[in-house]
């Protein structure tokens, strides 16, 4: 096995931590291989969609002042034919999308909405 050094802010660190004790898992390396197996797996599932997908896009994001989701679903509302946001505690919001889209269209919002740092949760559900 392949030893690697990783900077990790004292937030992840923490999580790291939170996923190993969840798990029963011994230590902080087997808390990345699992997190990295998670990973591959949803790669897995968006990686082969083609064509014309349709599916249910769940978010759970904080500070429900900023508003980094209206741009994103203003950028994408030919592929959002209805969605749901209610508030939840801590001030997080929770979105939910019935999404209809071309596979890449669907695949470029959720590299978006990843790729900002503000989504707590991201999952899609095909149909």
């Known amino acids: 096995m392949t030893v690697i050094s990783?900077?990790?802010s004292d937030e992840y660190v923490e999580a790291l931590d939170d996923i190993a004790e969840?798990?029963?898992?011994?230590?902080?390396?087997?808390?990345v291989r699992m997190s990295i197996s998670v990973a591959i797996d949803e790669l897995r599932y968006l990686g082969p969609l083609?064509?014309?997908?349709?599916?249910?896009?769940i978010i759970v994001r904080g500070d429900h002042a900023d508003?980094?989701?209206?741009q994103i679903q203003a950028k994408y509302q030919d592929a959002i034919k209805t969605?749901?946001?209610?508030?939840l505690k801590n001030s997080n919001c929770l979105e939910v999308m019935v999404i209809s889209c071309?596979?890449?269209?669907?695949?470029?919002m959720i590299f978006e909405i990843r790729s900002r740092g503000k989504a707590l949760y991201v999952k899609f559900v095909r149909e």
């Open 22 to 31: 969840a798990y029963a898992l011994v230590g902080r390396s087997e808390a």
């Open 102 to 108: 071309d596979a890449e269209v669907l695949k470029d």
């Open 50 to 57: 083609e064509g014309e997908v349709e599916g249910v896009l």
């Open 83 to 87: 969605q749901m946001h209610s508030h």
């Open 67 to 70: 508003p980094w989701m209206l």
């Open 6 to 8: 990783v900077s990790l």
